[in-house]
């Protein structure tokens, strides 16, 4: 992708929205991602049930790494479906949890079949037990810009906490075109990684974080 977008500089977050007018909403929209999360409202939010598929294929596309999921792989939240597309890899983490900023966060980016809406489950990592799973793609990271390696037997559902309480809000994607078209789930409870694995990540990507946004008139209910 011919992309001039980058995370500090010229091009830095604070340009984005100027850069292209596709990218209008990085600076002049009110609902965007991603967002310091506090003040959450405790809400009876539907229950997420996840069917992720293994395989793959992992990219390093100039900006993260992301794998492009196994097709057939489900996210259901109450009675809306999703499918996930492909997840990928944020340094420092994006969100924030009452100010507290985690080394990492993993997007499993969902799509709605009908409507085209995203719905996009974030979890954050913390360094402590290696997870096997973040380990087996830590070793396989494509190091050049455009590499992509097919991905055998790696389970998504890995990189998952035993809990899958999460807080809920609108936002957007959290790059340019900065769309406003994604119902965030971020769990509540992070992953321990291997420090090591981080830092197969950090080697790469030690900065691909965009600083939090204001909340403006949205509320973040807590499951
Ligand atoms: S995020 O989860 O909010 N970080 C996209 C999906 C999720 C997020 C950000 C962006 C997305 O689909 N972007 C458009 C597609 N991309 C290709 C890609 O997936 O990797 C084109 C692009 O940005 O220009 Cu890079
Ligand atoms: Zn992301």
């Known amino acids: 992708e011919a992309e001039h977008w980058s995370y500090e500089g ?17 600076s002049a929209g009110s ?14 939010i539907p229950g997420l049930a996840l069917n992720w598929k293994s395989g793959g294929a992992i990219l390093n596309n100039g900006h993260t790494i992301q794998v492009k999921a196994a097709p057939g792989g489900t996210l259901r939240r109450g009675d809306k479906p999703y499918e996930l597309v492909q997840y990928h890899f944020h340094a420092p983490s994006e ?61 998504p559902s890995g990189l998952l906490p035993t809990s899958l309480r999460y807080w809920a809000y609108e936002g957007s ?29 950090t080697a790469l990507y030690s900065m691909n974080a965009r600083p939090a946004l204001v909340a403006n008139r949205r509320y973040i209910l807590a499951s």
Request: negative net charge; hydrophobic residues 40%.
């Open 31 to 44: 609902q965007q991602s991603p967002l310091d999360i506090r003040g959450a409202i405790k809400a009876d």
């Open 173 to 201: 994607l959290t790059t340019p075109p900065c769309s406003e078209i994604v119902d965030w789930m971020i769990a509540q409870d992070p992953i321990e990684v291997d420090a090591a694995d981080i830092d197969r990540f």
């Open 10 to 26: 010229e091009a830095g977050p604070e340009h984005w929205g100027s850069l292209s007018n596709e990218n209008s909403a990085c």
């Open 95 to 155: 969100h924030l949890v009452e100010g507290h900023r985690f080394p990492m966060e993993v997007h499993f980016v969902h799509k709605h079949a009908e409507t085209g809406a995203l719905g996009v489950l974030g979890v954050f990592f913390v360094p402590g037990a290696a997870n096997t799973t973040f380990a087996s793609l830590a070793a396989t990271f494509p190091q050049k810009t455009g590499e992509q390696t097919a991905l055998p037997n790696v389970d």
